[in-house]
């Protein structure tokens, strides 16, 4: 009886050991994840227009890009300014990160990238790539809630341009020619990892109606949520 009694304890103990450490897991998901890259982020708001000017003449860095679903325990936080080549914002979705330019992996595992050297934001296609990560609000997971006319804002702070979601796509990794100039369209092609295995790609495709001076009250509406 007591040897049965003692197994049954033991088994309880693991139990609640298993239960604690999920606990921890989802308090780290839901609450700290979020919270470090908001800290994150925060550090970088005032960069200004000559600083992304300046970076966007750097050397361009790029691999093949191999976006997938992180783990908290993969996500960078060590961002580094002379990067920065803009910001985008999705309100509809809680979605506001800084563009870093080159899809290094490196760059990958702390914002959204640029994909191409010489791409313009405000002009021709401006593609930007980014992972998902397990939770539903960091990097670029909130892609899976946009909707058709939601507006994505991007800027260097020089300009604001906002683009209306013209569509979206799941499309396998090959289909590079999401990266194309649109004829008579200026646009920003969105994408990050789509499936269980990360096995295809989402894409969202927002085409420009509108570009405004930058301010700072402006980019206190829009990007800072």
């Known amino acids: 009886m007591k040897k049965k009694n003692r197994k049954i304890k033991l088994s309880n103990v693991l139990i609640l050991l298993g239960v604690i450490i999920i606990s921890l897991n989802v308090f780290f998901i839901v609450i700290i994840e979020p919270t470090l890259m908001s800290m994150k982020i925060e550090d970088?708001?005032?960069?200004?227009?000559?600083?992304?000017?300046?970076?966007?003449?750097?050397?361009?860095?790029s691999s093949d890009i191999q976006l997938e679903v992180l783990d908290t325990s993969e996500i960078k936080i060590d961002l580094n300014n002379q990067k920065v080549v803009g910001f985008?914002?999705?309100?509809?979705?809680?979605?506001?990160?800084?563009?870093?330019?080159?899809?290094?992996?490196?760059?990958?595992?702390?914002?959204?990238?640029?994909?191409?050297?010489?791409?313009?934001?405000?002009?021709?296609?401006?593609?930007?790539?980014?992972?998902?990560?397990?939770?539903?609000?960091?990097?670029?997971?909130?892609?899976?809630?946009?909707?058709?006319?939601?507006?994505?804002?991007?800027t260097d702070k020089d300009k604001i341009f906002?683009?209306?979601?013209?569509?979206?796509?799941?499309?396998?990794?090959?289909?590079?020619?999401?990266?194309?100039?649109?004829?008579?369209?200026?646009?920003?092609?969105l994408i990050t990892c789509f499936g269980k295995k990360s096995e295809f790609r989402r894409v969202v495709v927002g085409v420009l109606i509108k570009t405004m001076e930058f301010s700072e009250s402006d980019f206190e509406k829009y990007f800072k949520q």
Do not use: C
């Open 44 to 61: 970088i708001w005032n960069i200004d227009a000559k600083e992304i000017k300046a970076n966007n003449q750097r050397i361009f860095e």
């Open 88 to 154: 985008i914002s999705i309100p509809n979705v809680d979605l506001s990160l800084p563009i870093l330019r080159g899809a290094t992996s490196e760059n990958l595992d702390i914002s959204a990238t640029t994909i191409l050297e010489n791409q313009v934001m405000g002009e021709g296609n401006y593609p930007i790539a980014g992972h998902r990560t397990i939770h539903p609000d960091t990097l670029f997971s909130p892609l899976s809630r946009v909707r058709k006319e939601d507006e994505i804002y991007l």
């Open 162 to 189: 906002i683009y209306k979601v013209e569509s979206i796509r799941i499309v396998d990794p090959e289909t590079i020619e999401v990266l194309d100039i649109t004829e008579n369209k200026v646009v920003t092609t």
